[in-house]
């Protein structure tokens, strides 16, 4: 997923002209809303900055920060509606025209956005800000090269900036340059959202490991664990003996990786080890391209003992699983994760049978929809990955949005139907319906932005074809 945009505010009344032509009283509400904003209590900054609105409801830059806030809360209408009042009372200001783009973007309305970012670098042709926004929205859009270009651009007025290295290598990935893309990809390393370990033993660079001891560790989610794992025979065929450390809720799935000499769970005490290297550089330090990348599937094996048996009812021709929602704290799931009523459809088609494969909050929508009887559960009994994993070996086909168990019907070798929404991940590359990653893996992308309905009906088309086959 793509960083978030750079928003533009004035934040430091103390170098502000215009803080002079204020009220007093819109003033000191302006100064308290932007200590509130950069708390980040968005909530009080918008009671504040709404406030000082009251004494100058015109005052562009007032109008622009309260446009930040409510965007930071995703009350992107709102937000909208700010920055375009703003740019009425100011045309002329880039950092209005670039924030509408922001909001336009997480709305789904990239062309619209584009449009936006363009006005804003025609207004202020230094403006590196609006160049890497646009970036955003075109990379979004699937204009890759283009993407790129701009990000090169701004790397080069600002040398080593890690959000836009992170992004441009996200995009050399969606472009399949895996070698390029897996090389920027260590800029993920300058991200918030992840803390780089050391340790006192060398990184692995590649070479023969003739016997030493290999430490692998995982870095991000449990899907991302599930694609790279695929790497551990890969590093075991350089002649190493290789330990992972994976998360807890995956280590009976994974015990029995092919040339896996020991496995721990995250948090446990190390064992000793000669070097060691963090599971998603390894293709970048094994230098693999799109045409050398392991693909064999399946690598994973449940153990014998996890699962139960699935109930199939009389009648019942496919069995098909389902999984209709991701983690909500995930950055990109406004995007990816979709109502369980978009599966129900399929419910129609005569010998079909539905599974439900769901785990966290949105399980709920199962019971309030009064489906148990057209959507089975499965999920609920799994407690962790090996139980899933022995389900879906019972089923014909997992449909899902793209969340772990698509990496996990995948990696099970598994025929995998994965619904995507347009500006999808990096590992699902651009306008194709299948995946080097997953030779068992079918693709449906959304065609324009927020538009499932098409992805569904694709998919029941399909579904009815190979019913009648």
């Known amino acids: 997923m793509s960083q978030e945009e750079n928003d533009t505010t004035q934040s430091d009344p103390k170098t502000t002209e215009w803080i002079d ?12 809303a932007i200590r509130a ?39 992107f209408k709102a937000a909208e509606m700010c920055y375009r009042r703003a740019i009425a009372v100011r045309e002329d200001s880039p950092g209005s025209w670039s924030n509408l ?17 363009r006005k804003a670098v025609e207004l202020d042709k230094k403006f590196i800000d609006a160049y890497y926004n646009m970036g955003l929205v075109l990379q979004d859009l699937g204009k890759l090269d283009e993407a790129i270009k701009i990000f090169d651009y701004c790397l080069k007025q600002k040398p080593g900036k890690a959000n836009i290295n992170w992004d441009r290598a996200l995009a050399l990935l969606a472009k399949g340059d895996f070698l390029k893309g897996f090389e920027a990809y260590e800029y ?14 060398p990184l692995w660079d590649g070479s023969p490991l003739s016997g030493k001891r290999i430490f692998i560790y995982t870095e991000q989610g449990f899907g991302d664990s599930l694609h790279f794992c695929r790497y551990v025979s890969e590093v075991a065929k350089a002649g190493g003996k290789v330990l992972f450390e994976c998360q807890k809720e995956l280590i009976s799935l994974l015990r029995n990786l092919d040339g896996l000499d020991g496995i721990i769970s995250a948090g446990d005490k190390l064992p000793d080890f000669d070097v060691q290297a963090p599971l998603m550089s390894l293709p970048r330090i094994m230098k693999h391209d799109i045409n050398t990348i392991p693909r064999g ?83 609920g009994g799994c407690e962790d990955f090996a139980d899933t994993a022995k389900v879906m070996l019972q089923l014909d ?34 306008k194709r319906n299948d995946t080097p990653w997953y030779p068992t893996m079918t693709l449906f992308r ?24």
């Open 188 to 201: 993920r390393w300058q991200r918030e959202e992840l803390t780089e370990r050391h340790f006192r033993q």
């Open 101 to 117: 783009g922001n909001v336009l973007r997480r709305m789904g309305r990239l062309k619209e956005a584009v449009t936006c970012h």
């Open 37 to 75: 904003h950069s708390s980040r209590k968005y909530d009080e900054a918008v009671t504040h900055y709404v406030m000082a609105l009251s004494f100058m409801p015109d005052d562009p830059v007032l109008l622009t920060n309260l446009g930040v806030a409510l965007r930071e809360q995703n009350k």
């Open 297 to 379: 599937c399946p690598y994973i094996t449940p153990p014998a003992q996890a699962g139960f048996p699935v109930h199939v009812p009389q009648g019942t021709i496919k069995k098909i699983g389902i999984v209709w929602a991701g983690k909500p704290t995930h950055k990109n799931d406004h995007n990816r994760s979709v109502s369980l009523e978009n599966f129900l459809t399929f419910t129609r088609i005569p010998g079909v049978t539905l599974y439900s494969l769901q785990k966290g909050p949105e399980i709920a929508q199962r019971e309030k929809m009064a489906c148990g009887i057209m959507v089975r559960e499965l999920g």
């Open 397 to 430: 086909l997992i449909i899902t949005v793209d969340t772990s168990v698509a990496h996990l019907a995948g990696a099970l070798g598994l025929p995998v139907w994965v619904a995507l929404p347009y500006n999808s991940d990096w590992r699902w590359m651009c």
């Open 21 to 32: 032509l204020l009220p007093d009283n819109a003033r000191r509400a302006f100064e308290q």
């Open 446 to 469: 959304q065609k324009k932005s927020g538009n499932w309905d098409d992805v569904f009906n694709e998919m029941l088309n399909l579904l009815n074809k190979e019913m009648k086959m």
